[in-house]
């Protein structure tokens, strides 16, 4: 065993999805590392993947997502505490932060826990309430918490080099991202977005309303994706998702689609996660355990989704998506709650979609043939 790497026996289950709308799941044997669920994937590079797992390890890492459960590795880093936000700038620099607002930062996140060491200062200061964490670049990271934005210029001395500031009294925020140091969209439990082209000044946030919303928009802190500065998606409410090619215009226009599902129970909202490639080609992940995928978007902006994927659980029902990340090369990586990963190295394509499980989770049954559901878009 080296360093702190653990694996256990285990099945692989790779599944299969055909363009005719059936899941064909094939077992084969790998090993397993010890954690089940992941969440807060982030795949800057498709050489690179780290994600916050839970129920054990508490990072889970691969240099090489597309090769199947063998390419990837669970970790336990900072004496095991657990791990709540995560944020990578580059293959040489990510940063999480655990349940004591410790700043940890490695410049090789696959190595193992030799290569994250803990800043210098303490605690980072507002970082408790913390929801979700974007880092452009190593000299810049934001995080919303609530009505307040929380910013750093020089993450790696923490301590109180995390100053706060009241951006948006009339409604919390749980979701940001900042494609770049000069744009970011953060967007609010109500239906709003706030946007700022000076994230750490005083130069405030322009709020914009999309939608009216009671309850829970998105699926928190991966509810908004960019792709650019102009090219940006949001998850809002019951399956609505609203996107723009303008973000840096003075009036950004909003193009609106709705996802339906048929797989929740009644009442049930349906809440996504988003994720979009440098090239704009975008997915989303459900709570109801499918995968929508968009191309680039029509001149007009308008984007068209469907359903490309769906994650079967044991008896046939779907799992819970529960992170989503999305990078240049046609990668796609989803997370459910029980150890499953879908990849995808054509996002748009159905049969593309492949299901491996890397954890100790609830596998699929072996030989199981699962429909696939047709587009829920209007």
């Not at 930062?105 to 696959?110: M, T, Y």
């Amino acid at each position: 065993m080296r360093g702190s790497r653990q694996r256990r026996a285990g099945v692989l289950v790779t599944v299969a999805i055909a363009v005719a709308g059936f899941c064909e799941i094939v077992p084969s044997q790998a090993s397993q590392p010890e954690f089940s669920t992941v969440t807060s994937l982030q795949c800057p590079s498709s050489s690179l993947c780290v994600g916050i797992a839970f129920g054990g390890a508490n990072l889970v890492t691969s240099r090489a997502p597309r090769s199947g459960a063998a390419g990837w590795t669970a970790q336990t880093i900072d004496g095991a505490r657990r791990l709540r936000l995560l944020s990578c700038a580059s293959v040489r620099w990510c940063l999480v932060v655990d349940q004591q607002d410790r700043v940890l930062i490695s410049s090789d996140p696959a190595r193992g826990a030799a290569s994250w060491r803990p800043v210098a200062g303490g605690p980072a200061s507002h970082l408790d309430n913390v929801g979700s964490l974007s880092c452009p670049t190593a000299r810049l990271c934001i995080g919303v918490a609530g009505h307040y934005v929380i910013s750093s210029v020089d993450p790696e001395r923490g301590g109180a080099a995390w100053p706060q500031a009241l951006v948006n009294p009339n409604a919390p925020t749980d979701a940001v991202d900042c494609p770049t140091t000069t744009r970011c969209i953060a967007a609010a439990f109500d239906g709003q977005v706030l946007t700022s082209s000076d994230p750490t000044g005083r130069a405030g946030w322009k709020a914009t309303r999309l939608a009216r919303v009671i309850g829970p928009i998105g699926s928190g802190s991966d509810s908004v994706s960019c792709a650019s500065l102009r090219e940006c998606v949001v998850a809002v409410g019951n399956g609505q998702l609203f996107s723009t090619t303008n973000l840096d215009a003075p009036a950004p226009s909003w193009n609106q689609a709705r996802l339906r599902t048929n797989l929740l129970h009644r009442h049930e909202p349906l809440r996504l996660t988003v994720s979009c490639t440098a090239a704009d080609v975008c997915a989303a992940a459900g709570n109801d355990g499918s995968v929508w995928a968009s191309p680039a978007p029509n001149r007009s902006g308008q984007r068209r989704w469907r359903r490309v994927a769906v994650d079967p659980e044991a008896g046939g029902l779907p799992d819970p998506l529960t992170t989503l990340a999305c990078m240049s090369g046609q990668l796609c990586v989803a997370a459910d709650q029980d150890g499953h990963l879908l990849t995808s190295s054509a996002i748009t394509r159905p049969g593309a979609w492949r299901q491996q499980t890397i954890g100790v989770g609830t596998a699929a049954a072996a030989g199981q043939s699962l429909p696939l559901p047709g587009a829920d878009v209007r």
